[in-house]
């Protein structure tokens, strides 16, 4: 592109050079053509008086035409070369700017997809360990829950075993003087004492009826 806008520039160039070289023939034409319309007599040599000799003229448009192509010829070699050059290397390095920034952002493109990945991994097992986590304390709360109502259990076990052992040992003390009594008083009714079997009768008698 940058080669075809040089050689449009180069070319304008080259035809308003043409144009400027050409302008001096176009009037001396016209001032020929004029003065042969004022003037009557002509010389042997083909001048008109006070206008300008016919083979000048056209000497002065070959001259032109030359001096156009020695002009394209200095232009191409002293002009164009470094140019086209200078455009190349312009164009060259505004080609490997834009690849440069095309494969920046291809590897930008690239880690960004690759920090994407590893934050849904890293998230994924955060998600995880926090699941983990809390299961780990739903089974400890669990168990900490179990073990404290088997602990109450076995301690109520312990208080009813403590308390009816307790209340054994009341009644037997109770009974133990009271068979004490009863006998002692039996015995001054009886006449007699009571025997081991009687009191043991007694006793297991007054426990039922206390059970009850």
């Not at 520039?9 to 053509?33: D, M, Q, R, Y």
């Not at 955060?126 to 304390?137: I, L, N, P, T």
């Not at 400890?140 to 009813?160: F, L, P």
């Amino acid at each position: 592109m940058l080669r075809q806008v040089a050689s449009y520039v180069l070319t304008a160039v080259a035809l308003v050079s043409f144009a400027v070289c050409s302008l001096p023939s176009a009037a001396a034409f016209e001032s020929e053509g004029g003065a042969s319309d004022a003037h009557h007599d002509t010389d042997s040599h083909g001048h008109a008086e006070g206008g300008v000799p016919i083979s000048f003229e056209a000497d002065l448009a070959l001259w032109s035409l030359i001096v156009f192509v020695i002009f394209l010829v200095v232009l191409k070699k002293a002009a164009w070369g470094p140019l086209i050059e200078g455009l190349d290397k312009r164009e060259a390095g505004i080609r490997t700017a834009i690849a440069q920034a095309e494969e920046n952002q291809r590897k930008s493109h690239a880690l960004l997809a690759e920090y994407e990945t590893k934050l849904r991994d890293a998230e994924k097992t955060v998600a995880e360990m926090v699941a983990e986590a809390k299961r780990d304390a739903e089974r400890t709360s669990q168990d900490i829950i179990a073990k404290a109502e088997s602990e109450v259990d076995a301690m109520r076990n312990r208080a009813k075993d403590d308390i009816a052992q307790a209340k054994n040992t009341a009644l037997s003390e109770v009974f133990g003087v009271v068979n004490a009594q009863v006998a002692m008083a039996t015995e001054r009714v009886l006449g007699r004492a009571m025997t081991d079997s009687d009191q043991e009768r007694l006793v297991q008698e007054a426990l039922s009826e206390i059970s009850r």
